[in-house]
Antibody, heavy 120, light 110 residues
Framework: QVQLQESGPGLVKPSETLSLTCTVS??????????WSWIRQSPGKGLEWIGY???????NYNPSLKSRVTISVDTSKNQFSLKLSSVTTADTAVYHC????????????WGQGTLVTVSS | QSALTQPASVSGSPGQSITISCTGT?????????VSWYQQHPGKAPKLMIY???NRPSGVSNRFSGSKSGNTASLTISGLQAEDEADYYC??????????FGGGTKLTVL
């Protein structure tokens, strides 16, 4: 059974870049059946799709975040990563990584999530 | 792209049935049969409950069912149980490459 685990700093200063990594076990980021995704949840709010990457490196991003987001994949480490630049307090959220089934177009496995707080 | 519209809260008594709606537009919910539903207990990761409008993943109770009419999708939970109390989110493709979520619905089992 695939497992996903987020890691990275829990505190980021305003205007800096948020960086998170998702480590995948029990499955391969090189599988052609999945996109590898980032989703966030602001305190007390709903889910917001950030974007996803295919094993080939092809990416798709939420238009509202596109100018600040970069998602990359490292197949040798079975990991994928998120960078969000120029953060503000509005970017404070629990960040989840998730696996998105290419064919069923749904998120079928999720990481527990990691809280990132933007504060000086 | 705006979030899909869900009621903020619904409630029901054990054994009853409830339905949660998810309203979008012809560019998302109405345009694709790729609506999915997720259950989230406090402090936990979301769990896939329904995909492709009405399909249940292996291991999900058949008390959970999904449907769609026009631009509105629905999740129905029958035979409500205490452990169903959670937040529920719908999701839909918004284009061939992007995804929208609903704002979430808090289900209270009375």
């Amino acid at each position: 059974q695939v497992q996903l685990q987020e890691s990275g700093p829990g505190l980021v200063k305003p205007s800096e870049t948020l960086s998170l990594t998702c480590t995948v076990s029990g499955g391969s980021v090189s599988s052609g059946s999945y996109y590898w995704s980032w989703i966030r949840q602001s305190p007390g709010k709903g889910l917001e799709w950030i974007g996803y990457i295919y094993y080939s490196g092809s990416t798709n991003y939420n238009p509202s975040l596109k100018s600040r987001v970069t998602i990359s994949v490292d197949t040798s480490k079975n990991q994928f990563s998120l960078k969000l630049s120029s953060v503000t307090t509005a970017d404070t959220a629990v960040y989840h990584c998730a696996r998105h089934d290419v064919f069923r177009r749904c998120f079928d496995s999720w990481g527990q999530g990691t809280l990132v707080t933007v504060s000086s | 792209q705006s979030a899909l519209t869900q009621p903020a809260s619904v409630s029901g008594s054990p054994g009853q049935s409830i339905t949660i709606s998810c309203t979008g537009t012809s560019s998302d919910v109405g345009g694709y049969n790729y609506v999915s539903w997720y259950q989230q207990h406090p402090g936990k990761a979301p769990k896939l409950m329904i995909y492709e409008v009405s399909n249940r993943p292996s291991g999900v109770s058949n008390r959970f069912s999904g449907s769609k009419s026009g631009n509105t999708a629905s999740l129905t939970i029958s035979g409500l149980q205490a452990e169903d109390e959670a937040d529920y989110y719908c999701s839909s493709c918004a284009t061939s490459t992007t995804v929208l979520f609903g704002g979430g619905t808090k289900l209270t089992v009375l």
